[in-house]
C-alpha cells in the first residue's frame, strides 16, 4: 500500500494543522528561511526518490515550498535531504528551527518495512559553495529530531493535522557558510519549514547614547559595547552596556546630556524653541523665560532682560530681570544738639530684589553757598553711611549750628547697571548749640602746703565760645559730701586755703552759650606735707630724693621684721608655747557688685587686667553695642603667643556714667573664671578709646549660629550645648550672681561648639526690637524669657534663671525659633500667667521638653537647681537611648503653644497668605500646584506628604509642622483663646 496520498493531504488541509508558523523576534536574523521562497527551494535529494519537494499554502493561504518523505513500505531507508550552500555572515552560533508533521507508525496499516518516528539533522561548514556535490560521511550530525506530537488516520480524515516546532543550536561556526542536511531512515514526516538564523543585540538609544548591532561571542560572557552620544549632546558618563548570549541589552551604566540649549525629546537632543531657554547641560527640559526677559530666536542659553530691566552676574539665569529701587521715603530727622538720627520708609517699588541696601551722604551747606561741601571726616555714622541694612542711622559729631544737607540712597544688586539717574531721598537739617565735650587733660603745675596750681587744655570739641569753666574740688574723704567750686576765665587757676598733706579729687567742665558740658574724670592731688614748694623745674628732683628715702625705711623694717620671725622661732623662752601658722579656710568664692564700691575705677582695677594699647590690633568691626562698636582682632602680650579677641569699644563723646557702665561689665565678668564662662582678657582705660578685650568665639551667638545649621546637629550634640550652659550657669548661681538676661543671643559658641555665657552688663539694650522689652519702673526686662515674678514683682534670682534656662533649651531644639513666634508681649504675660507653656519643638526628645516645663513652674521654689540640670543631662548623655522617645505636641488647648498662627487662622483668605505668615513664601508655589488651595486640606497633610510635594528642607518642615497642631486644633476647638 502506497501512503504518499495520504502525505499529500497534510499539505492540501494544511491551513487546520494546530500550531502557527511563527515570527521571529527583531534580536534573530534569518540566513535562511523556506517559508520566503516563492519558488522551488532547489535543494537536493539523495536518492531522487526520497524526498519530495511539493507547494502547499500556510495559515494565510500564501504558497509554500515544503519537503515530505513517506517510504515506510520498503525496507532500509536512508533518505537524504540537502540545502543549498548558507553564507555564515559574523555569526558564530546558529540556530535552526524546524516546523514539521510526522505520522504515527500505529496508524499505517500493513506496513512491509522498518517505521520509525524520527529522522536525524547534520550540518557542515565548507568555505565556499560546493554544487551539487554531496558526500554523506562529511556531515556531522546535531541531533536526531523527534516530534512531539504525531498524527493518524483519524486526523488525516477530521482534517487535524499536529505541527511540531524544534530549535537547535550549532556552533560555534568558523567558516565562510555551511550546508544542512537532513536524513530520513524510514519516517512518513513533512518538513513545513526550515529557518536558519542567528541572534544579535540590535540597534538601540539608551540613556541618549546610540549603540550598534552587535553580535554576542559564542562564550558565556556578555560583550561590553560603548555607546556615542546622539548629536547635541556630550558625555556626563561614559555609556556603555553588555550584549548578552542571548541577543539582549543588559546593564547600562553612563549618560549622555543634552548640550546648552538643547532638550531631549523622544531620544534626540531638540534646540529649545523660542521664548525657552537652557543655560546648561542636562537632561531637563527647557525652561520658560522669566519675568521681564525674552528669547527671540531658538536654541537660546539665556534669556536676554527687557528694557530698564537687569540681571547681575551673581544672579541665575532662572531668575527674573530686575531694576534699581526707587527713592526712599518718608525721611525723618530728629536732632539732638550735635547729632541727628535719619530715619525713612523703604522703598514703595524695591525693583523686584531682596538685596536692597542704603548709602547716606552728608553735605555741608554755609550760607550763601550754592554748592555745598562734603562733610569732614570727623563726622561720624552709627553703624555706617554705607551698605545699610536698616532704615536708622545716627550722624554724630556734627558742627553747631551749621546746615546739613544728607541724601539718601537705595541701591540693590543691578543699581550699577543701569545708565539711569539715580534717585535721592534728601533732607536738609540745621543742628543746635552744642555744650562743650569734656576737659580730657589736667595739669599739676605746683604744689605747696596749702595751695595747688593747675592748668589744662581746652576741649577737644568746644562747640562754640567758651565763656568759663567750672573747676569742683573737695577732700578725698570727705566724698563730695561738702565742695568748693571756682569760676576760671582762662585754662588755669591756683587752689588756695588747702589743707597740707592732704588729697583732693577735682573736676572741671567748660560752658558755652548752650550751657555746662560734661565734666570731666576726677583727677586726684595732694598737698605738700610741709611750707616748701615744689615746682615743675624741680619736682623730678625732690620726689627722686623722697623715693629713697622711703625705700631705705621700708628696707630696714623689712629686715628688721624677718630677725624678729627667726629669732622667736629659734629661742623660744617657753618651750610649751605655740605659734599657729597662717591658714587660709576654704570657703566659696563669692560675687563682689562692682556698684557697692565707691569710687567704681577700684573694681575695675581690682578685677580686671589693663592692657596695654599697643598689644591690640584691631582688624574689622563686626558689630555695634549700646556703648559703641565691637571689633574682631589680636592680642600679642610680651612673651606670650599672640591670641584671636573679641574688642568692645566705648564711643567718643562719652559721660562719665556711661564709661562707668560699660567697664562694669568688665568688672563683674573678671571676677569669672570657668570653661563655660567668656573670658576676660583685660581692659583699655588709660587710653582711647576705652576698650573690654574677652576671647573670641568664631561661631558668634547660639541663636544665629542655630539659625545658619538648621537640623544638622544630632540629639547628643545638642544636649552637650546644653550641659555646657547649665555648667556656667551653675558656677554663676554659687557665686551668688543672678544673670537676669540669659537667652541663646547672649551665648557664644566658639569653633568646637563649647557654649559659653556672656552679656553681663545690666544697663544695656536687651533687643534691638523695641517691642522686646517691657518696661516696668526700674529698667526693661526681655519678656519672652524671664519668668512671671521677675515680670510683676522685679524678683531676680537664680530660680528665674532657671526659667530663662528652660526658654534657653527650647530655643536650642527649635533651632533658633523665635519664642512664641509673633505674639505681642502683653499676650504673652497673659498667656504664661494663665498657664500656657511652649510645646515641644519638632522631634524633641521627651526628657528634654519634661526638662522645660520644670523650669517653667509658676511656684519657683519647684523648679530645678542648676546642679540638679547638669547632673540630669550628664545622665542623658551617658545613657542616649533615654532620647530616644520622642515628645508629642499637647492635644489640648490648655497645655498646647500660644501660637497665634493657630489662633488667627481663621483670618487667613489662602494658603498663600498663611505661608507669607509663617514666613515660608518659598514654599508657596509647592503647596499651591500641589492642590492645596486651603488651610482645611493643609491640615490632614503629614510629614511625607511634604517631601512628595517637594518641601524637602528641614527648617520650613519644623514651621509647618508645628503650626499645623495649632490648625487642626482651631478645626475642633475653635481660636486658641489669648
Known amino acids: 500500500m502506497d501512503c504518499k496520498p495520504s502525505v499529500l493531504l497534510l499539505f492540501l488541509f494544511s491551513p487546520v494543522c494546530q500550531g502557527h508558523l511563527t515570527s521571529h523576534h527583531s534580536n534573530e536574523v534569518n540566513l535562511l528561511d523556506s517559508k520566503a521562497s516563492q519558488g522551488e527551494l532547489g535543494w537536493i535529494s539523495y536518492p531522487s526518490h526520497g524526498w519530495e519537494e511539493i507547494s502547499g499554502v500556510d495559515e494565510h493561504y500564501t504558497p509554500i515550498r515544503t519537503f515530505q518523505v513517506c517510504n515506510v513500505m520498503e525496507y532500509s531507508q536512508n533518505n537524504w535531504l540537502r540545502t543549498n550552500w548558507i553564507p555564515r555572515n559574523s555569526a558564530q552560533?546558529?540556530?535552526?528551527?524546524?516546523?514539521?508533521?510526522?505520522?504515527?507508525?500505529?496508524?499505517?496499516?500493513?506496513?512491509?518495512?522498518?517505521c520509525k518516528e524520527t529522522f536525524n539533522l547534520y550540518y557542515m561548514e565548507t568555505e565556499e559553495d560546493q554544487g551539487d556535490q554531496f558526500w554523506e560521511h562529511q556531515f556531522s550530525k546535531i541531533d536526531t529530531i523527534a516530534a512531539d506530537e504525531s498524527f493518524t488516520q483519524t486526523d488525516l480524515g477530521d482534517r487535524i493535522l499536529k505541527l511540531n516546532t524544534e530549535v537547535r543550536e550549532v556552533g560555534p561556526v568558523a567558516q565562510k557558510g555551511f550546508y544542512l542536511a537532513f536524513q530520513d531512515v524510514g519516517a512518513c514526516v513533512a518538513l513545513v519549514t526550515v529557518r536558519v538564523y542567528f541572534k544579535k543585540c540590535p540597534f538601540t538609544v539608551r540613556n541618549l547614547a546610540t549603540f550598534p548591532d552587535t553580535v554576542p561571542t559564542d562564550s558565556q560572557a556578555l560583550v561590553e559595547v560603548r555607546g556615542s552620544c546622539v548629536n547635541n549632546s556630550r558625555e556626563a558618563e561614559p555609556p556603555r552596556m553588555y550584549c548578552s548570549t542571548e541577543g539582549?541589552?543588559?546593564?547600562?551604566?553612563?549618560?549622555?546630556?543634552?548640550?546648552?540649549?538643547h532638550e531631549p525629546r523622544g531620544v534626540t537632543c531638540q534646540v529649545c524653541r523660542p521664548g525657552f531657554y537652557k543655560s546648561s547641560p542636562g537632561n531637563l527640559r527647557c525652561s520658560k523665560c522669566p519675568p521681564h526677559s525674552h528669547a527671540h530666536q531658538e536654541g537660546s542659553a539665556h534669556c536676554s532682560c527687557e528694557k530698564n530691566y537687569f540681571r547681575s552676574e551673581a544672579d541665575p539665569s532662572s531668575m527674573a530681570c530686575t531694576r534699581p529701587p526707587s527713592s526712599p521715603r518718608n525721611v525723618i530727622s530728629v536732632i539732638n544738639e550735635t547729632s541727628v538720627i535719619l530715619d525713612w520708609s523703604w522703598p514703595a517699588d524695591s525693583g523686584g530684589r531682596k538685596d536692597v541696601t542704603f548709602n547716606v551722604v552728608c553735605k555741608r551747606c554755609s550760607a550763601g553757598q550754592r554748592k555745598c561741601e562734603a562733610c569732614r571726616g570727623a563726622v561720624r555714622f552709627l553703624p555706617r553711611p554705607a551698605g545699610l541694612s536698616n532704615t536708622t542711622v545716627t550722624?554724630?559729631?556734627?558742627?553747631?549750628h551749621t546746615n546739613y544737607t544728607f541724601e539718601i540712597e537705595a541701591l540693590n544688586g543691578v543699581s550699577a547697571l543701569s545708565s539711569e539717574p539715580r534717585q535721592f531721598a534728601t533732607v536738609t537739617i540745621t543742628t543746635n548749640q552744642a555744650a562743650p565735650s569734656p576737659v580730657a587733660v589736667i595739669r599739676k603745675d605746683r604744689t605747696s602746703r596749702n595751695s595747688i596750681s593747675l592748668s589744662w587744655l581746652e576741649p577737644e570739641r568746644p562747640n562754640g565760645i567758651i565763656l568759663d569753666y567750672e573747676v569742683k574740688f573737695y577732700e578725698k574723704q570727705e566724698q563730695e559730701t561738702s565742695y568748693t567750686i571756682l569760676r576760671a576765665k582762662g585754662t588755669n587757676v591756683t587752689l588756695n586755703g588747702l589743707k597740707p598733706d592732704t588729697i583732693y579729687l577735682l573736676q572741671i567742665r567748660a560752658r558755652t552759650a548752650a550751657g555746662y558740658g560734661g565734666s570731666s574724670r576726677k583727677f586726684e592731688f595732694e598737698t605738700s606735707p610741709d611750707s616748701f614748694s615744689i615746682s615743675s623745674e624741680n619736682s623730678q628732683v625732690v620726689l627722686v630724693a623722697i623715693s629713697s628715702a622711703v625705700a631705705i625705711i621700708l628696707l630696714s623694717v623689712v629686715v628688721y621684721l624677718l630677725l624678729g620671725r627667726f629669732c622667736g622661732y629659734s629661742k623660744s623662752k617657753h618651750p610649751d608655747e605655740k605659734r599657729l601658722p597662717f591658714v587660709r579656710l576654704p570657703g566659696i568664692r563669692t560675687y563682689v557688685d562692682p556698684h557697692t564700691y565707691e569710687d567704681p575705677t577700684q573694681a575695675i582695677h581690682e578685677f580686671a587686667r589693663e592692657l596695654d594699647a599697643s598689644c591690640i590690633a584691631i582688624d574689622k568691626v563686626v558689630g555695634a553695642g549700646e556703648f559703641g562698636e565691637v571689633c574682631s582682632g589680636r592680642l600679642k602680650q610680651p612673651s606670650k603667643k599672640e591670641t584671636c579677641v573679641a574688642i568692645k569699644t566705648l564711643k567718643s563723646g562719652y559721660t562719665e556714667t556711661q564709661r562707668r557702665d560699660f567697664l562694669s561689665e568688665a568688672s563683674i565678668m573678671g571676677q569669672f573664671d570657668h570653661p563655660n564662662i567668656i573670658r576676660l582678657e583685660g581692659v583699655v582705660t588709660r587710653n582711647k578709646p576705652v576698650m573690654i578685650v574677652t576671647e573670641y568665639m568664631e561661631n558668634g551667638s547660639l541663636d544665629c549660629f542655630l539659625r545658619r545649621h538648621d537640623a544638622q546637629f544630632t540629639v547628643i550634640q545638642l544636649v552637650g550645648m546644653l550641659r555646657g550652659i547649665a555648667s556656667g550657669m551653675k558656677y554663676l548661681s554659687d557665686m551668688g550672681y543672678v544673670h537676669r538676661d540669659l537667652a541663646a543671643r547672649n551665648i557664644l559658641v566658639n569653633s568646637n561648639l563649647v557654649c559659653k555665657v556672656s552679656d553681663f552688663g545690666l544697663s544695656r539694650v536687651l533687643e534691638d526690637d523695641p517691642e522686646a522689652a517691657y518696661t516696668t519702673r526700674g529698667g526693661k526686662i526681655p519678656i519672652r524669657w524671664t519668668a512671671p515674678e521677675a515680670i510683676a514683682y522685679r524678683k531676680f534670682t537664680s530660680a528665674s534663671?532657671?526659667?530663662?534656662?528652660?526658654?534657653?533649651?527650647?530655643?536650642?531644639?527649635?533651632?533658633?525659633?523665635?519664642?512664641?513666634?509673633?505674639m505681642s508681649n502683653?499676650?504673652?504675660?497673659?498667656?504664661?500667667?494663665?498657664?500656657?507653656?511652649?510645646?515641644?519643638?519638632?522631634?524633641c526628645p521627651a526628657a528634654l521638653y519634661q526638662l522645660m516645663l520644670d523650669c517653667w513652674q509658676k511656684d519657683r521654689n519647684n523648679r530645678p537647681k542648676f546642679d540638679q540640670i547638669v547632673s540630669l543631662l550628664d545622665k542623658l548623655i551617658r545613657n542616649p537611648s533615654s532620647l530616644k522617645i520622642i515628645a508629642n505636641a499637647p492635644s489640648s488647648p490648655e497645655n498646647m503653644l500660644l501660637d497665634r498662627t493657630g489662633a488667627d487662622i481663621a483670618t487667613f483668605c489662602s494658603m498663600g497668605d498663611w505661608l507669607e505668615s509663617m514666613h515660608t513664601l518659598s514654599c508657596k508655589d509647592i503647596f499651591n500646584g500641589a492642590s492645596y488651595s486651603s488651610c482645611n486640606t493643609l491640615a490632614k497633610t503629614s510629614t511625607e506628604d511634604f517631601k512628595q510635594v517637594g518641601v524637602t528642607i528641614l527648617g520650613p518642615q519644623k514651621k509647618i509642622v508645628s503650626s499645623i497642631t495649632a490648625l487642626e486644633t482651631h478645626a475642633k476647638n475653635g481660636p486658641v483663646p489669648v
Open 801 to 822: 534663671d532657671a526659667w530663662s534656662y528652660g526658654i534657653v533649651v527650647w530655643e536650642v531644639m527649635s533651632y533658633g525659633e523665635r519664642p512664641y513666634w509673633e
Open 93 to 114: 552560533k546558529i540556530y535552526v528551527e524546524l516546523k514539521f508533521t510526522l505520522r504515527d507508525c500505529n496508524s499505517i496499516p500493513l506496513v512491509l518495512g522498518t
Open 826 to 843: 502683653q499676650d504673652v504675660i497673659k498667656a504664661v500667667d494663665e498657664g500656657y507653656r511652649l510645646p515641644p519643638p519638632m522631634d
Open 248 to 261: 539582549e541589552w543588559l546593564v547600562p551604566i553612563g549618560k549622555c546630556l543634552c548640550d546648552v540649549a
Open 395 to 400: 550722624v554724630a559729631d556734627l558742627l553747631a
